[in-house]
């Protein structure tokens, strides 16, 4: 089994000093570039019609299965970082930016409803000719997921769904906070960012002093794309034919939901569970809306735990 030495927070930190005549970017881009590497990935891009995506993958290909992860609203491939150094000795890793997102093209102009967004993560698979897989999404990457087993049977072994958007029979403090005219999910201003990761993340991980700050650049540049993205994922005429579509996923499905989710309710899982024919669900106490992120060890065993059970 390939070996990798552990990320060290220390090292981090010490790369962080070394290199502070260096830009903020500079150190951003070294610790996203050791983040990764110490998960056995790294970056590379296709062209899919008018559109450049980015993307992680295996450093060397494995003897294994597929793994393919998208990523929530306003999130990118790097969401999947912790989660895939459990997995990547095993698994053959795909983290996706989808459009709108990340290193991704973000045209405002091709429409980001649920199923537009998997008919377009379609194209992009077809071109990276993967085969057979499993996927892995977060929230709005969740819902892509599900969505992605129901249109596309014949491309999945399995389904994992991390605190998955789509459902909203119970409403979240999210609904109240964008209701009330300030969303936290689409930062504006000095602040925002750290506001948004208090908000999603129950369990937070040690980040280096430089990296909110130039993610929080990223996303304040991105808020015209974040705000067309947000308004169609949470358009309620599409919330019955997305229930209904969910009913035609045959692959088994586990739903992992952390109990401390500020963003999408955790009572949506039984709703999930009901409308999915073989479906599982996992709450996980004090982790919010990221368990891959927040517990990614944890994750990776019930995702092997459920591929046991249902081989």
């Not at 129901?150 to 991390?162: K, M, N, R, T």
């Not at 999408?264 to 992120?293: C, S, W, Y």
Request: aromatic letters at 10%; proline letters at 5%.
């Amino acid at each position: 089994m390939m070996t990798r030495p552990p990320l060290s927070v220390f090292t981090l930190l010490a790369c962080a000093l070394l290199l502070s005549a260096c830009s903020r970017q500079s150190i951003y881009e070294t610790a996203i570039g050791w983040e990764r590497s110490s998960a056995g990935l790294e970056a590379s891009t296709i062209e899919v019609g008018n559109l450049n995506i980015a993307y992680l993958q295996n450093k060397e290909t494995v003897q294994g299965d597929t793994i393919v992860m998208i990523h929530g609203f306003g999130a990118n491939k790097d969401n999947w970082t912790r989660l895939a150094r459990q997995l990547s000795d095993n698994f053959n890793i795909y983290a996706i930016d989808l459009p709108g997102h990340g290193e991704s093209s973000k045209p405002l102009d091709i429409g980001y409803h649920f199923d537009e967004q998997t008919h377009r993560l379609k194209q992009i698979l077809d071109k990276l000719d993967l085969g057979r897989f499993h996927m892995m999404g977060n929230s709005m990457g969740g819902a892509i997921t599900a969505l992605y087993a129901a249109y596309y049977p014949e491309a999945i072994h399995s389904a994992v769904l991390f605190d998955p958007a789509g459902i909203w029979a119970y409403e979240s403090d999210l609904a109240d906070q964008v209701v009330a005219g300030k969303n936290p999910l689409i930062p504006t201003e000095e602040g925002d960012f750290e506001r948004l990761v208090d908000f999603a993340l129950e369990k937070k991980p040690f980040v280096p002093w430089p990296i909110y700050s130039v993610m929080e650049e990223k996303a304040i540049a991105n808020r015209e794309v974040n705000t067309v993205i947000f308004n169609d994922i949470r358009d309620s005429t599409m919330a019955s034919k997305f229930s209904e579509d969910i009913t035609a996923i045959g692959a088994p499905v586990l739903i992992i939901w952390g109990q401390e989710d500020r963003i999408t309710d955790p009572r949506n899982a039984e709703i999930f569970v009901q409308q999915i024919p073989d479906a599982r669900k996992v709450l996980l106490d004090g982790i919010g809306h990221a368990p891959m992120i927040e517990a990614p060890e944890r994750s990776a065993s019930l995702f092997r735990e459920f591929l046991a059970e249902t081989r």
